[in-house]
């Protein structure tokens, strides 16, 4: 059984920082790209960063500069280190798993954590 467990969410103020932590089980980790994804309401869910399971990074134009994707193959364990947190970066973040080195549709995903930024 899969599963992609997020954690590391919650209340910040505006220009805090948070790490959020996404933990693997039931997948060949090292196999994988891992990606994070963001919802916010009435808005459509979009990718934030991916770390390919070549070593390659990859980040949305929004968080370019601010966020810091990060993976752990031993643990397997992804990161989103979020730095100058804004309150548009308020929104649901999403853990994803795709198998290969080409990211296209996510084969697993976790249930979300919230992320929610105060002005």
């Known amino acids: 059984q899969v599963q992609l467990v997020e954690s590391g969410g919650g209340l910040v103020q505006a220009g805090g920082s948070l790490r959020l932590s996404c933990a693997a089980s039931?997948?060949?980790?090292?196999?994988?790209?891992m990606g994070w994804y963001r919802q916010a309401p009435g808005k459509q869910r979009e990718l934030v960063a991916v770390?390919?399971?070549?070593?390659?990074?990859d980040y949305a134009d929004p968080v370019k500069g601010r966020f810091t994707i990060s993976r752990d193959n031993a643990k397997k364990t992804v990161y989103l280190q979020m730095n100058s947190l804004k309150p548009e970066d308020t929104a649901v973040y999403y853990c994803?798993?795709?198998?290969?080195?080409?990211?296209?549709?996510?084969?697993?995903w976790g249930q979300g954590t919230q992320v929610t930024v105060s002005s």
């Open positions: 770390f390919s399971n070549r070593g390659s990074t």
């Open positions: 039931g997948i060949f980790f090292s196999m994988y790209s």
């Open positions: 994803a798993a795709e198998r290969g080195s080409v990211w296209n549709t996510p084969d697993y």
